[in-house]
Protein backbone atom coordinates (compact mmCIF):
# COMPACT_ATOMS: atom_id res chain seq x y z
CA UNK A 1 0.00 0.00 0.00
CA UNK A 2 3.17 2.35 0.34
CA UNK A 3 2.69 3.03 -3.25
CA UNK A 4 -0.86 4.02 -2.81
CA UNK A 5 -1.28 7.29 -3.67
CA UNK A 6 1.24 7.49 -6.73
CA UNK A 7 -1.11 4.71 -8.63
CA UNK A 8 -4.32 6.55 -7.33
CA UNK A 9 -3.14 9.82 -8.94
CA UNK A 10 -2.79 8.35 -11.82
CA UNK A 11 -5.89 6.62 -12.44
CA UNK A 12 -7.79 10.21 -11.24
CA UNK A 13 -5.34 11.83 -13.95
CA UNK A 14 -6.20 9.51 -16.43
CA UNK A 15 -10.00 9.90 -16.11
CA UNK A 16 -9.84 13.81 -15.62
CA UNK A 17 -11.86 13.51 -12.08
CA UNK A 18 -11.43 14.32 -8.47
CA UNK A 19 -11.81 11.68 -6.07
CA UNK A 20 -15.29 10.87 -5.59
CA UNK A 21 -17.01 10.94 -2.17
CA UNK A 22 -18.25 7.58 -0.09
CA UNK A 23 -22.23 7.13 0.10
CA UNK A 24 -22.47 8.02 3.63
CA UNK A 25 -21.82 9.92 6.81
CA UNK A 26 -19.18 8.07 9.21
CA UNK A 27 -18.14 9.34 13.03
CA UNK A 28 -15.13 9.86 13.84
CA UNK A 29 -14.91 6.84 16.78
CA UNK A 30 -16.00 8.02 19.92
CA UNK A 31 -16.72 11.81 18.16
CA UNK A 32 -20.14 13.56 17.52
CA UNK A 33 -18.46 15.26 14.23
CA UNK A 34 -18.86 12.70 10.90
CA UNK A 35 -18.57 13.64 7.18
CA UNK A 36 -18.44 12.05 3.92
CA UNK A 37 -14.66 10.44 3.78
CA UNK A 38 -13.23 11.36 -0.25
CA UNK A 39 -12.70 7.90 -1.62
CA UNK A 40 -9.34 6.69 -0.44
CA UNK A 41 -9.52 8.30 3.21
CA UNK A 42 -10.85 5.59 5.81
CA UNK A 43 -10.90 6.21 9.34
CA UNK A 44 -7.31 6.72 11.42
CA UNK A 45 -6.79 4.41 14.31
CA UNK A 46 -4.05 6.63 16.23
CA UNK A 47 -6.31 9.75 15.91
CA UNK A 48 -9.91 10.53 15.64
CA UNK A 49 -10.44 11.45 11.97
CA UNK A 50 -9.45 9.82 8.64
CA UNK A 51 -6.05 9.69 6.38
CA UNK A 52 -4.94 7.73 3.13
CA UNK A 53 -3.27 4.40 3.60
CA UNK A 54 0.14 5.68 3.50
CA UNK A 55 -0.52 8.59 6.28
CA UNK A 56 -0.18 11.43 4.44
CA UNK A 57 -3.01 12.76 3.72
CA UNK A 58 -5.24 13.29 6.90
CA UNK A 59 -8.63 15.03 8.24
CA UNK A 60 -8.76 15.37 12.13
CA UNK A 61 -11.94 16.27 14.17
CA UNK A 62 -12.09 17.88 17.65
CA UNK A 63 -14.83 19.31 20.03
CA UNK A 64 -14.42 22.89 21.04
CA UNK A 65 -16.03 25.14 23.48
CA UNK A 66 -19.36 26.51 22.01
CA UNK A 67 -17.44 29.86 21.96
CA UNK A 68 -14.85 29.13 19.58
CA UNK A 69 -17.66 28.97 16.69
CA UNK A 70 -18.95 32.36 17.77
CA UNK A 71 -15.65 34.02 17.96
CA UNK A 72 -14.54 32.86 14.31
CA UNK A 73 -18.30 33.97 12.91
CA UNK A 74 -17.05 37.45 14.10
CA UNK A 75 -14.18 37.66 12.43
CA UNK A 76 -15.92 36.29 8.93
CA UNK A 77 -18.45 39.17 9.71
CA UNK A 78 -16.32 41.88 10.39
CA UNK A 79 -14.64 44.23 8.50
CA UNK A 80 -11.15 44.38 9.40
CA UNK A 81 -8.13 42.16 8.47
CA UNK A 82 -6.93 39.24 10.25
CA UNK A 83 -3.21 39.63 11.04
CA UNK A 84 -3.33 36.02 11.78
CA UNK A 85 -4.25 34.39 8.16
CA UNK A 86 -6.85 34.20 5.74
CA UNK A 87 -10.19 35.17 6.74
CA UNK A 88 -12.47 32.41 7.17
CA UNK A 89 -15.19 32.05 4.57
CA UNK A 90 -18.96 30.78 5.19
CA UNK A 91 -19.23 26.60 4.05
CA UNK A 92 -22.80 25.92 4.19
CA UNK A 93 -23.02 22.27 6.13
CA UNK A 94 -25.01 19.13 6.20
CA UNK A 95 -25.57 20.33 10.17
CA UNK A 96 -25.47 24.48 8.80
CA UNK A 97 -23.27 27.18 8.68
CA UNK A 98 -19.42 26.45 9.09
CA UNK A 99 -16.49 28.91 8.44
CA UNK A 100 -13.52 27.54 6.16
CA UNK A 101 -10.38 29.00 5.69
CA UNK A 102 -7.62 27.42 2.61
CA UNK A 103 -3.78 28.26 3.35
CA UNK A 104 -0.47 26.95 1.97
CA UNK A 105 2.27 25.48 4.71
CA UNK A 106 4.79 23.53 5.16
CA UNK A 107 5.27 20.55 7.03
CA UNK A 108 8.99 19.78 7.57
CA UNK A 109 10.19 19.99 4.12
CA UNK A 110 7.08 19.62 2.14
CA UNK A 111 4.87 21.96 0.64
CA UNK A 112 1.29 21.02 2.30
CA UNK A 113 -2.55 22.29 2.08
CA UNK A 114 -4.32 23.02 4.88
CA UNK A 115 -7.88 23.40 5.57
CA UNK A 116 -9.48 23.73 8.90
CA UNK A 117 -13.76 24.29 9.43
CA UNK A 118 -15.57 25.21 12.16
CA UNK A 119 -19.21 24.72 12.79
CA UNK A 120 -21.75 25.29 15.98
CA UNK A 121 -22.62 21.78 17.73
CA UNK A 122 -25.08 24.49 20.53
CA UNK A 123 -23.33 23.31 23.29
CA UNK A 124 -19.50 22.20 21.34
CA UNK A 125 -17.86 23.53 18.47
CA UNK A 126 -17.05 20.95 15.63
CA UNK A 127 -13.32 21.44 14.51
CA UNK A 128 -12.40 19.55 11.49
CA UNK A 129 -8.80 20.17 9.79
CA UNK A 130 -7.22 18.39 6.87
CA UNK A 131 -3.74 18.35 5.63
CA UNK A 132 -2.97 17.44 1.32
CA UNK A 133 1.01 16.98 0.60
CA UNK A 134 1.17 19.35 -2.52
CA UNK A 135 1.99 16.59 -5.01
CA UNK A 136 -1.22 15.18 -4.06
CA UNK A 137 -2.91 18.37 -4.19
CA UNK A 138 -4.55 18.05 -7.93
CA UNK A 139 -6.60 15.07 -6.70
CA UNK A 140 -7.24 15.97 -3.06
CA UNK A 141 -8.01 19.50 -4.35
CA UNK A 142 -9.79 22.53 -2.82
CA UNK A 143 -12.63 22.19 -4.62
CA UNK A 144 -12.48 18.16 -3.82
CA UNK A 145 -11.19 19.16 0.05
CA UNK A 146 -14.19 21.48 0.31
CA UNK A 147 -16.88 19.28 -1.52
CA UNK A 148 -15.89 16.60 1.73
CA UNK A 149 -16.29 19.72 4.31
CA UNK A 150 -19.63 20.33 3.01
CA UNK A 151 -20.87 17.05 4.08
CA UNK A 152 -19.91 17.60 7.74
CA UNK A 153 -22.82 16.31 10.49
CA UNK A 154 -22.69 16.94 14.12
CA UNK A 155 -24.51 14.42 16.40
CA UNK A 156 -26.11 14.93 19.58
CA UNK A 157 -24.94 11.74 21.04
CA UNK A 158 -22.14 9.38 21.12
CA UNK A 159 -24.10 6.29 21.43
CA UNK A 160 -23.13 5.09 25.34
CA UNK A 161 -21.59 1.26 23.83
CA UNK A 162 -19.84 3.04 21.54
CA UNK A 163 -17.73 5.41 24.26
CA UNK A 164 -17.46 2.78 26.68
CA UNK A 165 -16.28 0.12 23.80
CA UNK A 166 -13.16 2.53 22.83
CA UNK A 167 -11.86 3.30 26.87
CA UNK A 168 -8.67 0.72 27.76
CA UNK A 169 -10.27 -0.07 30.71
CA UNK A 170 -14.13 -1.67 31.33
CA UNK A 171 -16.38 0.68 32.76
CA UNK A 172 -19.08 -1.74 34.55
CA UNK A 173 -21.02 0.39 37.12
CA UNK A 174 -22.67 3.81 35.80
CA UNK A 175 -24.04 4.53 38.74
CA UNK A 176 -27.40 6.30 37.68
CA UNK A 177 -25.28 9.58 36.31
CA UNK A 178 -27.28 10.58 33.30
CA UNK A 179 -24.79 12.34 31.50
CA UNK A 180 -21.44 10.39 29.94
CA UNK A 181 -19.41 12.26 28.08
CA UNK A 182 -16.25 11.29 26.54
CA UNK A 183 -13.83 14.33 26.99
CA UNK A 184 -11.21 12.37 25.00
CA UNK A 185 -11.84 9.28 22.85
CA UNK A 186 -10.54 6.27 23.83
CA UNK A 187 -9.09 8.29 27.06
CA UNK A 188 -10.95 10.48 29.73
CA UNK A 189 -14.69 9.80 29.95
CA UNK A 190 -16.90 12.16 32.86
CA UNK A 191 -20.45 10.97 34.29
CA UNK A 192 -22.12 13.44 35.48
CA UNK A 193 -25.69 14.16 37.34
CA UNK A 194 -26.22 17.29 34.99
CA UNK A 195 -28.99 17.40 32.43
CA UNK A 196 -27.02 18.83 30.02
CA UNK A 197 -23.14 19.94 29.58
CA UNK A 198 -23.98 23.53 30.65
CA UNK A 199 -24.85 22.87 34.11
CA UNK A 200 -22.17 20.12 34.44
CA UNK A 201 -20.00 22.55 36.98
CA UNK A 202 -23.49 22.73 39.51
CA UNK A 203 -24.09 18.98 39.75
CA UNK A 204 -21.84 15.77 40.99
CA UNK A 205 -19.92 14.29 38.30
CA UNK A 206 -16.67 11.93 38.18
CA UNK A 207 -13.81 12.04 35.28
CA UNK A 208 -11.87 9.14 34.80
CA UNK A 209 -8.30 9.21 33.11
CA UNK A 210 -5.14 7.34 32.42
CA UNK A 211 -2.16 9.20 33.62
CA UNK A 212 1.81 8.08 33.00
CA UNK A 213 5.17 9.61 34.59
CA UNK A 214 3.59 8.40 38.11
CA UNK A 215 6.67 7.50 41.21
CA UNK A 216 6.96 3.84 41.19
CA UNK A 217 8.08 3.79 44.93
CA UNK A 218 5.40 3.78 47.18
CA UNK A 219 7.05 5.67 49.84
CA UNK A 220 6.88 8.58 46.83
CA UNK A 221 3.12 8.23 46.01
CA UNK A 222 1.34 10.22 49.06
CA UNK A 223 3.85 13.63 47.73
CA UNK A 224 2.67 12.90 44.29
CA UNK A 225 -0.97 12.52 44.88
CA UNK A 226 -1.09 15.97 46.98
CA UNK A 227 1.07 17.53 43.76
CA UNK A 228 -1.29 16.30 41.28
CA UNK A 229 -4.28 17.01 43.36
CA UNK A 230 -3.37 20.73 43.60
CA UNK A 231 -4.07 20.57 39.53
CA UNK A 232 -7.85 19.82 39.88
CA UNK A 233 -9.39 22.35 37.43
CA UNK A 234 -12.13 24.82 38.63
CA UNK A 235 -11.13 24.76 42.22
CA UNK A 236 -9.85 27.70 44.50
CA UNK A 237 -9.48 27.56 48.34
CA UNK A 238 -9.12 24.13 48.27
CA UNK A 239 -8.08 22.19 51.66
CA UNK A 240 -6.82 18.91 52.17
CA UNK A 241 -8.99 16.94 54.92
CA UNK A 242 -7.52 13.71 53.97
CA UNK A 243 -4.63 11.71 51.80
CA UNK A 244 -3.62 8.79 52.49
CA UNK A 245 -2.87 5.29 50.93
CA UNK A 246 -5.57 2.46 50.73
CA UNK A 247 -5.75 -0.70 48.35
CA UNK A 248 -8.74 -0.38 45.41
CA UNK A 249 -9.43 -3.79 43.97
CA UNK A 250 -6.34 -5.50 45.25
CA UNK A 251 -4.26 -2.80 43.52
CA UNK A 252 -2.16 -0.06 45.71
CA UNK A 253 -3.92 3.12 45.49
CA UNK A 254 -4.01 6.76 46.94
CA UNK A 255 -7.22 8.56 48.40
CA UNK A 256 -7.22 12.28 48.64
CA UNK A 257 -9.94 14.45 50.12
CA UNK A 258 -10.54 18.38 49.58
CA UNK A 259 -13.08 20.69 50.42
CA UNK A 260 -12.96 23.94 48.28
CA UNK A 261 -14.95 26.19 46.48
CA UNK A 262 -16.06 25.58 42.65
CA UNK A 263 -14.93 28.47 40.93
CA UNK A 264 -17.27 28.57 37.97
CA UNK A 265 -20.44 28.18 40.35
CA UNK A 266 -18.97 30.27 43.40
CA UNK A 267 -20.41 27.13 45.58
CA UNK A 268 -18.47 25.09 48.05
CA UNK A 269 -17.49 21.53 46.84
CA UNK A 270 -15.55 18.49 48.38
CA UNK A 271 -13.59 16.47 46.12
CA UNK A 272 -12.39 12.93 45.89
CA UNK A 273 -9.18 11.73 44.01
CA UNK A 274 -8.20 8.08 43.76
CA UNK A 275 -5.00 7.11 42.30
CA UNK A 276 -4.84 3.31 41.38
CA UNK A 277 -1.25 2.82 40.52
CA UNK A 278 -1.18 -0.28 37.85
CA UNK A 279 2.27 -1.55 36.56
CA UNK A 280 5.62 0.74 35.92
CA UNK A 281 4.65 4.41 35.70
CA UNK A 282 0.75 4.39 35.38
CA UNK A 283 -2.18 4.61 36.96
CA UNK A 284 -5.80 5.58 36.99
CA UNK A 285 -7.04 8.77 38.29
CA UNK A 286 -10.55 9.49 39.04
CA UNK A 287 -11.83 13.06 40.28
CA UNK A 288 -15.39 13.10 41.45
CA UNK A 289 -16.42 16.20 42.98
CA UNK A 290 -20.05 17.81 44.43
CA UNK A 291 -21.85 20.31 46.27
CA UNK A 292 -20.38 19.63 49.89
CA UNK A 293 -24.77 19.70 51.12
CA UNK A 294 -24.82 16.40 48.63
CA UNK A 295 -21.59 14.61 49.41
CA UNK A 296 -22.85 11.60 51.60
CA UNK A 297 -25.25 10.65 49.16
CA UNK A 298 -23.14 10.99 45.77
CA UNK A 299 -19.48 9.64 47.65
CA UNK A 300 -20.99 5.66 47.94
CA UNK A 301 -21.93 6.34 44.28
CA UNK A 302 -18.68 7.64 42.98
CA UNK A 303 -17.05 4.13 45.04
CA UNK A 304 -19.45 2.24 43.10
CA UNK A 305 -17.89 3.37 40.30
CA UNK A 306 -14.29 3.25 40.83
CA UNK A 307 -14.85 -0.38 42.08
CA UNK A 308 -16.42 -1.10 39.06
CA UNK A 309 -13.43 -0.32 36.85
CA UNK A 310 -11.89 -3.56 35.48
CA UNK A 311 -8.81 -3.66 33.17
CA UNK A 312 -9.48 -4.68 29.25
Known amino acids: MRHFLHVFAILCLLSGANPSLASDVIYAPGSRIGLVPLIGLNPAKTFPGFETADQRVKVVVAELPAAAFRDVETVAKSNAVDPRGPKPQGLETASG?????????KNGEDNVRRYSMVISGGTFSGYVAAQVPENVAKIYSDEAVQKMF????LRKEVPLEEQLGLLPFKLSELSSFKLI????????????????????????????????????????????????AATIPNLREGRITMSEPIRINGSPGFETRIDGTNTRTNTPVTVVQWLVF??????????GSTPRSEWSDVFPRFRAVRDGIRPR
Open 97 to 105: QGYFIVESA
Open 150 to 153: ATVA
Open 181 to 228: RTLTPGAVILLSDAETENNIDSRAFIIISPIGSVPERPDDRSRFARDV
Open 278 to 287: GSGKTAMRLI
